[in-house]
């Protein structure tokens, strides 16, 4: 008998393009609206629709083979299905990426390092930020220290008073606070890449969770430039987003509030929204549900589990944020920010109840991951 070397075990060619990613994201639900897909696509044929609440990719190769048809798919451009935070196993790939190993069933929220509670020192960071001004402080601090060139943010489209949230560019202090705050519509940041300078080469991410998957989706599986130059992602803890036409169709025709009359909004167990008279209104959520933007109904993403530095308001401290480091990058800039006083922080066990709702809150998106995709995002312990 002949003794045969072991075999290598071989890794399966990524041969996956624009019509797997149609056909097994962009129609059936998972499709988030990232944006991570358009991106990176090299060929500029993918283009992405935010108006009137569709918030997705399409290919825009019009004489060619029909919306799930992309022609540099023939030619095996795999590119869009790399960056894409929920094709295929993405989870579990992005954890083994990033982490070195698969979530524990009971990691609800994702593998993480720290939680603590922080606030900007600053107080005009402080102050126009939407819980403690942790992610302005991180954003102008890294700007000033010469750590990232540029950060994709959101603004509010014109003067405000549509509350059309936009994606932008953040390269000074002032465009940061002008973007601070929280918007509850949907706000593709990562679009903002396609606006950058080339020279800006070090680029942080403000996103909703399922933006912050994209960078690492992207960086796993070698989806090119976009992957190298996203060096710092910020998430925003999130359960959903509303339909732009939850302006008009219950904030106005049932209460009366005119968008053009709002000031700030902030969500706290109801919608909160303070008008520019002084008025303050409260909103019960169960009747904001039926805007639910189409792109969260399948989410299962609460606390931004793949960023450097995830951020929520949930908790006892309104002007705290509830600030989740998972990363060594996130930990090396928590601590260069505190040990430069420019952030106080406090132990997250000075609110355990924030904490404990953020994991029942996670387990409560992870459930909504359907059964017809792969598994790992579905898996839960009993509680
Ligand atoms: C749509 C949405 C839903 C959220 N849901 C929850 C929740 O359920 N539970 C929870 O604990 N926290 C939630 N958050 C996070 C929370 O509102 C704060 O953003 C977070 O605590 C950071 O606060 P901060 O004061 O440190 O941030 P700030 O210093 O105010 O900075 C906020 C950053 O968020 C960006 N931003 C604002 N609106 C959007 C948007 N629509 N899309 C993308 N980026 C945006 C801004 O451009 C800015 O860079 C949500 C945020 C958003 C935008
Ligand atoms: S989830 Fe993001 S990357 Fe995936 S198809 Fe939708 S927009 Fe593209
Ligand atoms: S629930 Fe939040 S994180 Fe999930 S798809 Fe909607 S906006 Fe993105």
């Known amino acids: 008998m002949v003794a045969t070397e ?29 944006a991570g897909c358009v991106v990176v696509c090299p060929h500029d044929v993918l283009s992405y629709d935010d108006q009137n609440g569709v918030y997705k ?32 196993t993405w989870e579990t790939e992005i954890d083994n990426f990033m982490f070195g190993r698969e979530r524990e069933a009971d990691e609800h929220s ?67 606070i002008a973007s601070a705050g929280s918007r509850y519509t949907y706000s593709a940041n990562t679009m903002a890449y396609m606006d950058l300078d080339k020279e800006e080469q070090r680029i942080a991410l403000v996103g909703m969770s399922c933006q912050s998957s994209s960078p690492p989706a992207m960086k796993a599986r070698k989806a090119g430039k976009a992957a190298r130059r996203i060096s710092l992602n910020i998430g925003l803890l999130c359960s959903k987003t509303f339909d732009d036409a939850i302006f008009e169709e219950l904030f106005e025709a049932k209460y009366g509030l005119k968008k053009s009359e709002m ?41 931004a589990e793949h960023a450097d530095i995830s951020t929520g308001g949930i908790g006892a401290f309104n002007d705290w944020t509830l600030t989740v480091v998972r990363t060594d990058t996130g930990r090396e800039l928590m601590q260069r920010m505190i040990d430069d006083g420019w952030i106080e922080t406090r132990p997250g066990d000075d609110d355990p109840g924030a904490i404990a709702l953020m994991h029942k809150l996670a387990a409560k998106s992870r459930k909504r991951w359907p059964e017809f995709a792969v598994d790992a995002p579905r898996r839960l312990t009993k509680d």
């Open 263 to 303: 000031r700030k909004m902030n969500i706290k167990g109801v919608f909160q929204i303070w008008m520019k008279n002084g008025d303050y209104h409260e909103v019960p959520l169960k009747e904001c549900h039926a805007w639910t933007r189409e792109g969260c109904k399948m989410c299962p993403d609460f606390a």
């Open 110 to 176: 994702g593998i993480y390092k720290d939680v603590l509670l922080a606030r900007a020192a600053d107080p005009e960071l402080h102050e126009n930020g939407q819980d403690g001004g942790l992610v302005s402080a991180i954003l102008v601090y890294a700007l000033e220290h010469d750590m990232i060139d540029a950060a994709l943010v959101s603004y509010l489209e014109g003067d405000g008073s549509t509350w059309k949230a936009i994606p932008g560019i953040a390269r000074t202090r002032e465009e940061v």
């Open 6 to 34: 072991p075999q290598a075990e071989k890794k399966e060619r990524w041969t996956f393009s624009w019509k797997h990613l149609y056909d097994e994201v962009v129609t059936t639900g998972l499709c988030t609206g990232c």
């Open 57 to 88: 990719p399409w290919q825009n190769e019009a004489e060619y083979g029909g919306p799930a048809d992309c022609s540099h798919g023939d030619k095996a451009c795999t590119t869009c299905t790399r960056a894409c935070p929920r094709f295929r």
